[in-house]
């Protein structure tokens, strides 16, 4: 299997600056939407179990959705931190080449299909799918 060129790994390095810089604002975003919507905000003026639950509910979601996008921002500084290594596009498990077009999909993988695959079977809880 071929190597990446220089132009399909400046291609993808600058696809994953992209992603880094959205990334970023939409955490700060998130954090300053959480810290603009306090917990009395979210009930509401009236007090009570159900409008608390909806409120816990809604604080929960902003939590993991911030979280998810700091996951995703690893992901990509991981990504960038291979290329700068000059590792990037080979599977960490078996050290063959991941096909362009694989990271042209997914710029932060890590595996080849076939690995990832694995993974995900004797890893089954460990997020989504990643394919």
Do not use: W
């Not at 595996?111 to 990643?130: A, M, N, V």
């Amino acid at each position: 299997m071929d190597e990446l060129s220089d132009k399909q790994v400046a291609t993808l390095r600058q696809c994953l600056l992209d992603t880094q810089a959205r990334l970023r604002v939409a955490i700060r975003e998130e954090l300053i939407k959480g810290d603009d919507e306090r917990y009395a905000d979210l009930a509401g003026p009236v007090h009570d179990e159900g409008e608390e639950a909806v409120a816990d509910m809604l604080s929960d979601l902003n939590v993991t959705f911030t979280s998810k996008l700091i996951q995703e921002l690893r992901e990509v500084e991981a990504a960038l931190g291979r290329i700068e290594m000059g590792i990037y596009g080979r599977c960490e498990e078996c050290g063959t080449e991941i096909p362009y077009q694989r990271l042209e999909a997914y710029p932060t993988a890590r595996r080849c299909i076939k690995d990832q695959e694995r993974h995900e079977r004797l890893f089954p809880d460990k997020g989504t799918p990643s394919l």
